[in-house]
């Protein structure tokens, strides 16, 4: 089977690179691009099928739409919406944040 692609929302552009300068100025250049890296390899695993994920709408936003769904990865998660073609990363919201309050942000299905 072959692996989809997957794209970053702008969203998701915005927050990978707020993500990459707050871990960079705390642990600097290296530790920056390790995490990045782990970011963007759950992005391959999840348009290769090879990732763990589950439906936001079934664990802690029942409002979501109904297409929206997640992986951890570090300590963030993967908000994405896949298709037949490709995987649609929406956002990376850190665990510490109110993950079914931003996730209800993103409309609804």
Do not use: N
């Not at 993967?78 to 990376?92: A, G, P, Y």
């Amino acid at each position: 089977m072959k692996a989809k692609s997957f794209r970053l929302s702008g969203r998701a552009k915005a927050s990978y690179r707020k993500i990459g300068l707050w871990t960079r100025e705390r642990f600097g250049s290296a530790q920056a691009e390790i995490y990045l890296t782990l970011l963007l390899d759950q992005c391959r695993k999840l348009a290769a099928g090879q990732a763990h994920h589950r439906s936001c709408r079934d664990v802690f936003a029942p409002d979501a739409r109904e297409d929206l769904r997640f992986a951890r990865a570090g300590e963030h998660y993967v908000i994405f919406v896949e298709s037949t073609r490709e995987v649609l990363v929406v956002d990376f919201i850190h665990s510490r944040l109110d993950l079914p309050g931003k996730v209800a942000g993103m409309g609804k299905g």
